[in-house]
């Protein structure tokens, strides 16, 4: 099993970037998925779920929601973070991981973690 996340960058204040986290070595319809980030010196916060089995619960953190948009491409293995209208505050090292399910709102089950990519927002 692996978990591979990219296309963070260095973009503006009010840009936007699309972060991908491509699996492989299982098949993604039949997991949850979850996106979290850690800034320097803060604990890794959950900014997204996502849910699976054919179940369709998305969760987001309030500092994200309405900017955020979790998505995922079962076929293709891969889940989608769309980030709009970014902030400084929203620069941080972003992980995918995946997760047996989400329940009430959390993850739970999560065992998996690809490596992180870095986001940077320039005021």
């Known amino acids: 099993v692996q978990l591979q996340a990219s296309g963070g960058g260095l973009v503006q204040a009010g840009g936007s970037l699309r972060l991908s986290c491509a699996g492989s070595g299982f098949t993604l319809g039949n997991f949850a998925f979850a996106w979290f980030r850690q800034a320097p010196g803060k604990e890794r916060e959950g900014v997204a779920y996502s849910s699976g089995g054919g179940r369709t619960t998305i969760v987001y953190s309030d500092s994200v929601k309405g900017r955020f948009s979790i998505s995922r491409d079962d076929d293709g293995n891969t889940v989608y973070l769309q980030m709009n209208s970014l902030l400084p505050d929203d620069t941080a090292v972003y992980y995918c991981?995946?997760?047996?399910?989400?329940?009430?709102?959390?993850?739970?089950?999560?065992?998996?973690w690809g490596k992180g990519t870095q986001v940077t927002v320039s005021s």
């Open positions: 991981g995946r997760a047996r399910l989400i329940r009430d709102g959390v993850p739970y089950g999560m065992d998996y």
